[in-house]
Nanobody, 125 residues
C-alpha cells in the first residue's frame, strides 16, 4: 500500500504561484494514476488534475486549465502540482491521491484508493 504526504502549501497573494509536492512511500508511485483534488470550506472535494502512470497524459478541471500543471518524477516517487496565476477561489485544502486504475485518466474521487492528509493553500486578494 502506498502512503502519500503533501507539502508546499501556504499563503500567497492573487496572481502568485505555489508548487505542491506529493511524496509517496511504500510502493512505487509508477504503479498508479495520480491526481490532485481540493476541498474548500463547506464544499465537496473536487477534481483538479490527473496524470497517467507514465506521465504521458494529463487532464485538468476547466477552472485550472492553463494555470496549473501536474507532473511526476517516478524515479523520485513524487508528483507535483505547479499552480500559477492563483485566484482567491483557489483557496482550499489540496489532496494528492493514487488510483490503481491505470488504463485511463481518473477524475472521480471514488476511484482513488489512497489519499494524503492534505495541504492548505490560501490565496488573498
Amino acid at each position: 500500500q502506498v502512503q502519500l504526504v503533501e507539502s508546499g502549501g501556504g499563503s500567497v497573494q492573487a496572481g502568485g504561484s505555489l508548487r505542491l509536492s506529493c511524496a509517496a512511500s511504500g510502493r512505487p508511485v509508477s504503479s498508479y494514476t495520480m491526481g490532485w483534488f481540493r476541498q474548500a470550506p463547506g464544499k465537496e472535494r473536487e477534481f483538479v488534475a490527473t496524470i497517467a502512470w507514465s506521465g504521458s497524459s494529463t487532464y485538468y478541471a476547466d477552472s485550472v486549465n492553463g494555470r496549473f500543471t501536474i507532473s511526476r518524477d517516478n524515479a523520485e516517487n513524487t508528483v507535483y502540482l505547479q499552480m500559477n496565476s492563483l485566484k482567491p477561489e483557489d483557496t482550499a485544502v489540496y489532496y494528492c491521491a493514487a488510483s490503481s486504475v491505470v488504463h485511463t485518466l481518473v477524475v472521480v474521487t471514488t476511484l482513488y484508493e489512497h489519499w494524503g492528509q492534505g495541504t492548505q493553500v490560501t490565496v488573498s486578494s
